[in-house]
């Protein structure tokens, strides 16, 4: 079951804040409390939160949400930064396209391309782009990783160093001002570290809310990559991005 849109804005506020009491959201949504009751309920349910005394707060910050969750979350956000970053890919250009959910929307947005060869770890990467005859897409070997619908391990890595592409796009599970670009899983954070490694361009795409996420894995500082795009930066963040050489496009 999709979530309503009351649903969807209650999973992306909470993200926001440490926590989140059933009266604020009551007046935020000129609705009862047994309404946002059961929209805890549902939301709860599917451990896309937890309960507190009064209210919710977010799932633990040191994992990662099971990945049809995180289709839910920051959705506009995800689909305006992946429509900017697909324009930047030309026709005819090799790309690889990493794991995570934002890359998923670059995929959707890159569907109208032509003549791309296309190279993935992610399977609803490769289920996505396959709809389109004219784009070649080869799906590198390895482990599978069934919650997460992508292959990681030595065997992807050794493929992934077989080949140099044009671009190489990638998500991340969290970005911190001291540690650059991180992820949750250090199999996961291993193929991301390859793939700017054999980009000629890299582009990180990545939300405002993957600030400050205390993901584990280090992938790279933010000097390795080429690109940010995102929906939103502080002025201290895009002085941070800027003095080590990342160019930013903002989205919305």
Same mark, same amino acid.
């Given at each position: 079951?999709?979530?309503?849109?009351?649903?969807?804005?209650?999973?992306?506020?909470?993200?926001?804040?440490?926590?989140?009491?059933?009266?604020?959201?009551?007046?935020?949504?000129?609705?009862?409390?047994?309404?946002?009751?059961?929209?805890?309920?549902?939301?709860?349910?599917?451990?896309?939160?937890?309960?507190?005394?009064?209210?919710?707060?977010?799932?633990?910050?040191?994992?990662?949400?099971?990945?049809?969750?995180?289709?839910?979350?920051?959705?506009?956000?995800?689909s305006a930064?992946?429509?900017? /970053? /697909?324009?930047?890919?030309?026709?005819?250009?090799?790309?690889?396209?990493?794991?995570?959910?934002?890359?998923?929307?670059?995929?959707?947005?890159?569907?109208?391309?032509?003549?791309?060869?296309?190279f993935t770890?992610?399977?609803?990467?490769?289920?996505?782009?396959?709809?389109?005859? $004219?784009?070649?897409v080869r799906?590198?070997?390895?482990?599978?990783?069934?919650?997460?619908? $992508?292959?990681?391990?030595?065997?992807?890595?050794?493929?992934?160093?077989?080949?140099?592409?044009?671009?190489?796009?990638?998500?991340?599970?969290?970005?911190?001002?001291?540690?650059?670009?991180? $992820?949750?899983?250090?199999?996961?954070?291993?193929?991301?570290?390859?793939?700017?490694?054999?980009?000629?361009?890299?582009?990180?795409?990545?939300?405002?809310?993957?600030?400050?996420?205390? /993901?584990?894995?280090?992938?790279?500082?933010?000097?390795?990559? $080429?690109?940010?795009?995102?929906?939103?930066?502080?002025?201290?963040?895009?002085?941070?991005?800027?003095?080590?050489?990342?160019?930013?496009?903002?989205?919305?």
């Open positions: 079951m999709d979530l309503n849109e009351r649903q969807q804005q209650i999973l992306n506020w909470v993200q926001q804040e440490d926590r989140l009491l059933v009266e604020d959201m009551v007046t935020r949504f000129s609705v009862s409390s047994q309404t946002i009751r059961k929209d805890i309920n549902q939301l709860a349910e599917r451990h896309l939160v937890r309960r507190t005394h009064g209210g919710i707060a977010p799932v633990s910050s040191t994992e990662n949400l099971p990945f049809d969750h995180r289709l839910f979350l920051n959705g506009d956000a995800k930064i992946a429509h900017q /970053a /697909a324009k930047m890919i030309p026709d005819g250009a090799s790309v690889f396209l990493g794991v995570g959910t934002t890359v998923e929307y670059v995929a959707k947005a890159l569907l109208s391309h032509r003549h791309l060869q296309v770890n992610n399977l609803t990467v490769a289920t996505i782009l396959g709809n389109n005859p $004219d784009i070649r799906v590198l070997a390895g482990k599978l990783r069934h919650r997460h619908h $992508d292959l990681v391990g030595e065997e992807t890595l050794s493929g992934l160093r077989q080949y140099y592409f044009d671009y190489g796009v990638l998500g991340c599970g969290g970005m911190d001002e001291g540690q650059g670009i991180l $992820d949750f899983d250090p199999e996961e954070a291993a193929v991301s570290r390859v793939l700017v490694e054999q980009s000629r361009h890299s582009l990180l795409v990545a939300d405002q809310h993957k600030w400050g996420r205390k /993901a584990m894995a280090r992938v790279h500082p933010f000097m390795a990559v $080429d690109w940010l795009f995102s929906d939103y930066l502080t002025t201290e963040q895009t002085h941070l991005l800027t003095s080590q050489g990342v160019q930013i496009q903002l989205c919305s």
